[in-house]
């Protein structure tokens, strides 16, 4: 069976009480970094971002937007990775100093990640957990451990040869069962997982890779959904941003400039409006 990229499965240990996911990325990630020129650390980082994103964003059971954002004192002082219950996925990072770096606390330096969720009905919620752990998987299971008190692990895996990332976890379900039976559920799945090859999980089949990996075990595979990359940035949102300019001020802009521009950071697109398009905000001024 042909690998297939771009994917997110979902699958149930029936009768462990834990649930997996496994996610493989390739044009989604691609299309993320390509307008950007980014060193190969930080390139990787990223791809570990947006794998994580998707394993996050598969966790919860809403309809609405996850962002997951690294803040630290490092080279990169910024990286973020927005998805959707759709994932729909982009990504950026910003870098205050040039690096060869590839380490998460080489780039990142002392700082934490911030997790913020806005469901679609709802209050929004954020979580902020320091960026103490060697690794981002290592970081993510520690946001769950005080976070969410759920036991959680993840695996992260890139291939720069080809511009893939792939990530799997593993997740105790909350139930009012025998505690120690389930945790030790959990790490014998945890240790099995351990036994992933990074040149399996870019190259095996998601089907065929279960089975080599929980063969003994109950699993239950659910449809895969797809992942793509989709920038969010659009003109009404530029004009919403240019709204709140003071009229003076936006008035002067065109007379100076001709028009203004709006650059996405994210997909690098330039949106330009000309002071037709402007002219109701500039009138704000004269009412």
């Known amino acids: 069976m042909t690998m297939q990229t771009d994917i997110l499965n979902r699958y149930l240990f029936d009768n462990l009480h834990a649930r997996g996911e496994l996610v493989n990325?390739?044009?989604?990630?691609?299309?993320?970094?390509?307008?950007?020129?980014?060193?190969?650390?930080?390139?990787?980082?990223?791809?570990?971002?947006?794998?994580?994103?998707?394993?996050?964003?598969?966790?919860?059971?809403?309809?609405?937007?996850?962002?997951?954002?690294?803040?630290?004192?490092?080279?990169?002082?910024?990286?973020?990775?927005?998805?959707?219950?759709?994932?729909?996925?982009?990504?950026?990072?910003?870098?205050?100093?040039?690096?060869?770096?590839?380490s998460l606390q080489d780039l990142i330096g002392k700082g934490n990640m911030v997790i913020t969720i806005r469901p679609k009905n709802g209050e929004p919620y954020q979580g902020v957990v320091a960026l103490e752990e060697e690794t981002l998987a290592e970081c993510l299971a520690h946001y769950f451990e005080v976070s969410e008190q759920i036991p959680t692990k993840i695996w992260l895996f890139t291939?720069?040869?080809?511009?893939?990332?792939?990530?799997?976890?593993?997740?105790?379900?909350?139930?009012?069962?025998?505690?120690?039976?389930?945790?030790?559920?959990?790490?014998?799945?945890?240790?099995?997982?351990?036994?992933?090859?990074?040149d399996e999980i870019f190259s095996v089949d998601s089907q065929e890779l279960l089975y080599r990996l929980y063969h003994q075990e109950e699993v239950r595979l659910f449809e895969p959904q797809a992942i793509s990359y989709k920038c969010s940035c659009s003109e009404e949102k530029c004009l919403n941003a240019i709204s709140q300019i003071e009229p003076s001020e936006l008035d002067n802009i065109i007379v100076e400039q001709g028009s203004v521009s709006m650059t996405c950071d994210y997909c690098l697109t330039t949106y330009q409006f000309k002071r037709p398009q402007l002219e109701q905000f500039i009138n704000d001024s004269k009412h």
């Open 25 to 102: 990325l390739s044009q989604t990630f691609q299309e993320i970094v390509a307008p950007h020129n980014y060193p190969s650390g930080i390139k990787n980082l990223l791809g570990e971002l947006v794998a994580a994103t998707c394993l996050l964003t598969a966790t919860l059971k809403f309809e609405g937007e996850i962002a997951v954002q690294l803040q630290g004192d490092g080279p990169i002082g910024y990286m973020a990775v927005n998805g959707n219950n759709l994932q729909e996925m982009r990504g950026i990072a910003r870098m205050s100093s040039e690096t060869d770096a590839t």
């Open 159 to 198: 291939d720069e040869n080809t511009s893939q990332i792939a990530g799997t976890l593993i997740q105790l379900l909350p139930d009012a069962g025998d505690k120690a039976q389930q945790e030790a559920d959990f790490d014998h799945l945890c240790q099995l997982t351990n036994t992933i090859k990074s």
